[in-house]
């Protein structure tokens, strides 16, 4: 019996570990919570009415006034836009990512 148990407390235990690394490499892959993922996450909402899935391609720029964030970013529904910034602490710019355009 205790060795069923054992195998019940090891089997949960990884299921944990599997959860949790999951939810890191989401977090990473949007920006983690970051000030300028949450501020894109919020303009995209507000602006195209796009709940973020995933933010890829980010590069980050450095210029005299810090860095500033380009790339891609996937809504739920399928949409894609390009943002880019020109400035830190600006809104992003936003480009619909159509076949045409992208």
Known sequence: MSRLVAQCFVSAALGALCCAAVAAAQDQDEGGGEPW????TAQLAAEKRCD???TYFVRE????????YSGRVRCIDGREFDF???????KFDLKACEPAAC
């Open 37 to 40: 993922a949450l501020s894109l």
């Open 52 to 54: 973020v899935q995933v």
């Open 61 to 68: 720029l450095p210029t005299k006034e810090g860095i500033v």
């Open 84 to 90: 880019s910034q020109s400035k830190p602490h600006l």
